[in-house]
């Protein structure tokens, strides 16, 4: 779904420019750079789970007139979140921009967190085929893990395009009508959304058109009464399996990701 350019929690992002992050940083391994691409969708439980962690999160809102800058700050990690664009369409403005971040990011070996549209855009930059489904997978959905840093949910899902695995990628999930969770070195690519919170489900029932159906409405509000506090503590398990390299740890040696296409957007 519909998932802001450069704010720090509590802090306006127009008051600092591409140059400026160039030039200082984001104060190294305090901070992960974040990539919104609509104001309905929100960085949400990374939130939460970045604080515990003593984590600052940068955020560039790109819905709200915020700029990419035009090389990779340093920071921690790199997280890009959902967006109802595709992942495949050069016509978007800022895709091209992005890919060029997220191959920077792989070239780096800064360890990067894609979510949903940005589990796409990683994808696409390692080379693997991003694709429309037949229909939306809007629900929730149990995963078969692969992994014990992943819990197998059941997680939120909200998209239309889903994606292959990309080359040398080792698969971390099964379920739901396409890939789900895969890694490549520090990079974590999902399909489903461990950041949501129940107000940003209810902002995307009210922003679907058409709207969703009765049953389904009921089903995914039913979903977050029975999810109860399990979400946020699978979430934030599941992101400090990231941050921590626990899936890289546990993939065949391969030689390090690089990224693939990247330099023709």
């Avoid at 955020?59 to 700029?67: A, N, Q, S």
């Avoid at 994808?123 to 939306?136: F, S």
């Avoid at 998209?159 to 292959?164: A, I, K, L």
């Avoid at 977050?224 to 390299?245: H, I, N, P, V, Y």
């Amino acid at each position: 779904m519909g998932d802001h350019g450069l704010t720090e929690h509590g802090l306006a992002g127009h008051a600092l420019a591409d140059h400026a992050l160039a030039d200082h940083g984001l104060a190294g391994h305090g901070r992960l750079l974040v990539i919104e691409h609509e104001l309905d969708a929100p960085a949400g439980l990374l939130g939460p789970w970045a604080e515990a962690r003593g984590l600052t999160l940068s955020v560039i809102h790109l819905g709200g007139g915020d700029r990419l800058p035009a090389r990779l700050p340093d920071c921690a990690g790199v997280v890009v979140l959902g967006s109802e664009q595709t992942a495949f369409d050069d016509a978007v403005p800022w895709l091209a921009g992005e890919l060029a971040l997220v191959g920077q990011a792989l070239a780096d070996g800064v360890p990067l967190l894609g979510i949903c549209f940005g589990g796409q855009v990683l994808a696409r930059a390692l080379g693997a085929r991003v694709y429309r489904l037949p229909e939306p997978e809007i629900g929730w959905v149990r995963l078969a893990s692969q992994h014990p840093g992943l819990p197998g949910g059941p997680w939120l899902e909200w998209h239309r395009d889903g994606f292959d695995l990309p080359p040398g990628a080792g698969e971390l999930a099964t379920g739901g009508a396409s890939v789900q969770a895969y890694a490549t070195g520090p990079h974590l690519g999902l399909q489903f959304h461990p950041e949501a919170t129940e107000p940003i489900t209810q902002a995307w029932l009210r922003a679907t058109q058409p709207p969703l159906s009765p049953d389904r409405t009921a089903a995914l509000r039913q979903g977050w009464q029975d999810a109860g506090d399990r979400t946020a503590a699978e979430a934030a398990a599941l992101f400090s399996a990231w941050l921590d390299g626990e899936f890289a740890a546990a993939l065949p040696h391969t030689a390090e990701a690089a990224p693939a296409g990247v330099s023709a957007q």
